[in-house]
């Protein structure tokens, strides 16, 4: 949401008409707001909602579309080497919980 409030209507509008018809398009816009949310600090909560049983249909899109767990681990730990992010009193990526 914070990204369509800085991006404008124009802007929003054309990517998620884009979004709906290109698959290309549609990976790299989620992928991105993975990798801010990531950068917000919400990459545990990320990776405990991806790692939740669901649907095979819903699996499948998640797996084409957004972060693996392995690309979401990865990303915890160079955000957290490089800014030194604390969550819940963890330092992530320091502390073994991956």
């Not at 949401?1 to 816009?29: N, P, R």
């Not at 989620?30 to 801010?36: I, Y």
């Not at 249909?57 to 998640?62: D, N, Q, S, T």
């Amino acid at each position: 949401m914070e990204v369509f409030k800085e991006w404008g209507f124009c802007k929003s509008f054309s990517l998620s008409i884009l979004q709906t018809f290109s698959d290309k398009a549609k990976k790299k816009i989620e992928r991105s707001a993975d990798l801010r949310a990531i950068r917000r600090g919400f990459g545990k909560d990320l990776y405990k909602t991806r790692s939740k049983k669901v649907h095979k249909r819903i699996r499948v899109l998640l797996d084409k579309y957004y972060l693996s767990f392995t690309e979401i681990k990865r990303d915890i730990k160079k955000v957290s080497k490089l800014v030194g992010l604390i969550i819940k009193g963890y330092i992530i990526g320091g502390c073994g919980l991956f």
